[in-house]
C-alpha cells in the first residue's frame, strides 16, 4: 500500500512545516562566477588550459573536493592522480579563499523568499556541502546570515548530503521531527537527504544538477523562485 502519510511527487496539497531547511549554491547563491575564477587560476597555476563557466556549472553541488577533482579530470566522475590533487587542492582553497564572494550573487526573490518565511515564524537553517571557512562568509558578505538560526556546512559534521545527517541534526536542533520540516534545494543531494531523512522536499528548477532536470529526482515540488515557496504552505492561522 502506497504511503498516504506522505506527499506524492508534485501534490497539490499544503506543506505545513515547523522548519524549513534550505540549501546554499544553486538554491541561494549563485556562487558559479567566484568557482569558475578560482578553478581557472588554479588550473593555470598547473600550467593547463582553463575550463570555463559553463563546464564548472556543470561540476558544482558536491563541494569543492569534489570540483578540484572534476577540474583535474575534465569530467563529472573520475579520479585525478593522486599527487596532482594534492598540488591543486591547497592552491584552489588559496583562490577561493580570496575571491569568495566578489561575484556571487543571490537568485531573484531570494530576499523575499526569506523574508515571507520569517514572517511566518518558521526555524530556518541553511544546510550545504560547503565547507564552513566559505559558506559564514558568504551569508555575511550577501546579508542574509542572520535569517537562519542554525548553519550546517559540508565539514560540521561527520557526514554531509546525500547523507540525512545533517537533516536529522537541524531537526533535533530545532525540537522537530521529520514530517515537520521541509527541505529545499536543487539538487538530486538535496533530493536523496531529504527523502532519507523523511522530509519533503521542493527543488528549485534553476540551480545546479549536473545538467539534469531537477524534476526527474522527482521532488514533491518544483518551484521558479523561492517567493513561490510561501504559496505552497498552508495558510497562516490567525
Request: net charge negative; glycine share 8%.
Amino acid at each position: 500500500m502506497p504511503d498516504k502519510s506522505r506527499p506524492t511527487p508534485f501534490d497539490p496539497r499544503p506543506f505545513d512545516p515547523q522548519m524549513v531547511l534550505i540549501d546554499l549554491d544553486g538554491t541561494l547563491v549563485d556562487s558559479v562566477p567566484d568557482l569558475t575564477h578560482s578553478v581557472d587560476e588554479m588550473m593555470a597555476a598547473l600550467d593547463r588550459p582553463p575550463h570555463g563557466e559553463a563546464a564548472v556549472r556543470n561540476w558544482v553541488g558536491n563541494g569543492v573536493e569534489r570540483l578540484v577533482q572534476r577540474a583535474l579530470t575534465g569530467q563529472l566522475d573520475g579520479e585525478p592522480d593522486p599527487a596532482d590533487y594534492e598540488r591543486a587542492y591547497p592552491i584552489f582553497l588559496e583562490l577561493y579563499s580570496a575571491h569568495n564572494g566578489e561575484h556571487a550573487r543571490l537568485y531573484p526573490g531570494v530576499v523575499e523568499g526569506l523574508k515571507a518565511l520569517r514572517k511566518r515564524g518558521l526555524k530556518l537553517g541553511c544546510v550545504t556541502n560547503k565547507a564552513a571557512r566559505f559558506t559564514e562568509p558568504l551569508l555575511e558578505n550577501l546579508g542574509i546570515a542572520d535569517n537562519f538560526g542554525i548553519i550546517i556546512s559540508g565539514d560540521s559534521l561527520s557526514e554531509k548530503k546525500p547523507s540525512p545527517l545533517p537533516l536529522l541534526h537541524a531537526a533535533e536542533h530545532f525540537g522537530v521531527t521529520p514530517p515537520q520540516s521541509l527541505m529545499l534545494g536543487d539538487s538530486i543531494s538535496d533530493v536523496k537527504a531529504a527523502r532519507a531523512a523523511g522530509f519533503p522536499v521542493v527543488c528549485v528548477s534553476y540551480g545546479y544538477n549536473h545538467g539534469h532536470d531537477i524534476r526527474e529526482a522527482v521532488p514533491d515540488a518544483v518551484i521558479d523562485s523561492l517567493t513561490e515557496l510561501d504559496g505552497l504552505l498552508v495558510e497562516q492561522r490567525a
